[in-house]
């Protein structure tokens, strides 16, 4: 069993890691869905490393700052409302024997993340309209953008698996020499 000054300067680094993370999406606005992602990321080294525990203190540690000290709000609402705690979810959601249950969990966890999103930005900031760039779609135009945020959550979960796999089965063990 780790000690806990481990974990406490684990959880340190990891959260100033994320925050700078969060910090880049000011630096580059057009990374405002990927930074997110890649913070979050951080929270499986803390599961991994110390316990669920830990990361989930990481995690909220991290919104909390996000909110003050990050200049590109869309991002920070990301990471707080899905990408910092889906990470943490889904190491639980991965152990349920039947699959189709954990992955209705995880779309419908997901789906109602971005509904909140949504309204969350869209009453604080009137002037941003996410389907103007789908105004050819009408009236169909928000579907489809729902749509495409599926489709994206697909991409994000998978990539999720297979990073948390490389980190395991290769990078704690060649590059941490831990088993």
Known sequence: MKDKAFKVSLCGV?????LFIMFLSGVFPMLDY?????????????IVEADRK???????????????????YQASLLFILFMGYYPILR?????IPIRP??????FLVYNAAIIVY??????LFTGVDFTE??????????YAMWGFANVLFVVYDYLLGELTGIYMN?????ILGRK
């Open 54 to 72: 830990w990361a989930i203190m990481t995690y909220i540690s991290v919104s909390i700052l996000c909110l003050f000290l990050t200049p590109n």
């Open 101 to 106: 249950i954990s992955l209705l969990i995880k």
């Open 14 to 18: 990891t959260s100033a890691l994320a």
């Open 170 to 174: 290769w990078f704690r063990k060649k």
């Open 133 to 142: 760039d789908l105004g050819w779609l009408g009236e169909y135009s928000i």
């Open 34 to 46: 990927a930074l997110p992602m890649y913070a979050g990321f951080t929270m499986v080294v803390v």
């Open 91 to 95: 190491y639980s959601l991965e152990n």
């Open 118 to 123: 949504y309204n969350i930005f869209t009453k």
